[in-house]
């Protein structure tokens, strides 16, 4: 941000963990979550597709928990 010309940058950082009773929960809460910026690139035809590999991924490797880490920065442009 400074080399994009702001002045007095700050920064902020937010972490929390989401858990679920299943993988399949798990997942569904992710699709939901991210669906504008995962599905943005996916034609609508494969959509339903693309969202059973996902699932299924999250059923193999047993994932039932979505961290969410974000980084807010702001500043004065200068």
């Known amino acids: 941000m400074k080399n ?4 007095d940058v700050r ?3 937010f972490i929390w963990r989401n858990s679920f009773n299943t993988p399949a ?3 569904d809460f992710f699709a939901a979550v ?8 996916v034609p ?3 959509r339903s597709y693309e969202y059973q590999k996902a699932k299924q991924l999250f059923e193999i490797k047993g994932i ?3 961290t969410d880490d974000v ?3 702001y500043g004065i442009k200068a």
């Open 4 to 7: 994009a010309g702001f002045k």
């Open 11 to 13: 920064t902020s950082r």
């Open 25 to 27: 929960d798990a997942c």
């Open 34 to 41: 991210f669906s504008n910026w995962w599905y943005a690139k």
């Open 44 to 46: 609508e035809s494969k």
């Open 64 to 66: 039932n928990k979505v």
């Open 71 to 73: 980084i807010i920065a």
